[in-house]
């Protein structure tokens, strides 16, 4: 079965830094775009940041040069490093594998979701 297990979540003061982690099972790593997305109390998931499996990063404006994505293709995981975070950050993330196929059939797989909650 596909797994995407996001860890590294927590508590964490204005200002600070965490380091979130995704490991994956079940997909061919190599070649899914590997993407970070966050949810905060009433609101919709958005999009943070992404990898292709080129590992060319992405990232929404609000994050950058604060966030960075990298990945492990060896250890089939996804980080996103986060700096100088902002009570705005406070969100449950998700960790996010995507795939469009040669028929352009689209694929997304989905963890659990790790909470950061950015707090004085």
């Known amino acids: 079965q596909v797994q995407l297990v996001e860890s590294g979540g927590g508590l964490v003061q204005p200002g600070g830094s965490q380091r979130l982690s995704c490991v994956t099972n079940?997909?061919?790593?190599?070649?899914?775009?590997m993407g970070w997305y966050r949810q905060a109390p009433g609101g919709r998931r958005e999009f943070v940041a992404s990898?292709?499996?080129?590992?060319?990063?992405s990232y929404r404006n609000s994050v950058l040069g604060r966030f960075t994505i990298t990945r492990d293709n060896a250890k089939t995981t996804v980080y996103l490093q986060m700096n100088f975070l902002k009570l705005e950050d406070t969100a449950v993330y998700y960790c996010?594998?995507?795939?469009?196929?040669?028929?352009?059939?689209?694929?997304?797989?989905w963890g659990q979701g790790t909470q950061v909650t950015v707090s004085p």
């Open positions: 990898i292709t499996a080129d590992a060319v990063p």
């Open positions: 996010n594998a995507h795939l469009r196929s040669f028929r352009d059939e689209i694929v997304n797989y």
């Open positions: 079940g997909i061919d790593f190599n070649i899914y775009t």
